[in-house]
T-cell receptor
Framework: ETGVTQTPRHLVMGMTNKKSLKCEQH?????MYWYKQSAKKPLELMFV???????ENNSVPSRFSPECPNSSHLFLHLHTLQPEDSALYLC????????????????FGPGTRLTVL | DQQVKQNSPSLSVQEGRISILNCDYT??????FLWYKKYPAEGPTFLIS?????DKNEDGRFTVFLNKSAKHLSLHIVPSQPGDSAVYFC?????????FGKGTRLHILP
């Protein structure tokens, strides 16, 4: 596997379910990100991890719980979601600590299409 | 309220002609701008960027222009090729936060 992979690619869950999204990067990067793209809305940055430490949380509801056990893996744990949480969830990674370098060299995964019933 | 706006949801351009994708922003504190390209079933890929201290940046067929007084950004692709058919997102950075536009779908016609 190369680049940034995400599993599952599609997920349907009920509001009472607990599920997890997984992201893995094979690029040796030190930073990882979760983004959300809802229908007809811009891509939104949710969480940033740098060297396994969370450096940013953009006011995301607590029903989304990220976990970064190491620099190569990032999880998004989901529980008691709402139908409006249905969206494409994208993971990304990058190398570098300066802001501009980070965003220029960000590699995205293909995303997980989440549907909450 | 959207801080980064791409007002054209879609654009069709003849192959070989110039494609011009537009982006407007509301906050003069943005100091760095980027364009991303996204194919179906793939994540976005970084295309080109520009610092607010510049007004033009060129990389091969892609040129980004920045008009700070108008708070307007544009991406020019010339000549347009079939592989350029994709969704293009502009994004702006302020205070270490990145804010995206909704995207414009570009169709390159044969």
């Amino acid at each position: 596997e190369t680049g940034v992979t995400q599993t599952p690619r599609h997920l349907v869950m009920g509001m009472t379910n607990k599920k997890s999204l997984k992201c893995e990067q094979h690029l040796g990067h030190n930073a990882m990100y979760w983004y959300k793209q809802s229908a007809k809305k811009p891509l939104e940055l949710m969480f940033v991890y740098n060297f396994k430490e969370q450096t940013e949380n953009n006011s995301v509801p607590s029903r989304f719980s990220p976990e970064c056990p190491n620099s190569s893996h990032l999880f998004l744990h989901l529980h008691t979601l709402q139908p409006e949480d249905s969206a494409l969830y994208l993971c990304a990674s990058s190398q570098g600590t300066t802001r501009v370098v980070v965003y220029n060299e960000q590699f995205f995964g293909p995303g997980t299409r989440l549907t909450v019933l | 309220d959207q801080q980064v706006k791409q007002n054209s949801p879609s654009l069709s351009v003849q192959e070989g002609r110039i494609s011009i994708l537009n982006c407007d922003y509301t906050n003069s504190m943005f100091d760095y701008f980027l364009w991303y390209k996204k194919y179906p079933a793939e994540g976005p890929t970084f295309l080109i960027s520009i610092s607010s201290i510049k007004d033009k940046n060129e990389d091969g067929r892609f040129t980004v222009f920045l008009n700070k007084s108008a708070k307007h950004l544009s991406l020019h692709i010339v000549p347009s090729q079939p592989g350029d058919s994709a969704v293009y997102f502009c994004a702006a950075i302020r205070d270490d936060k990145i804010i995206f536009g909704k995207g414009t779908r570009l169709h390159i016609l044969p």
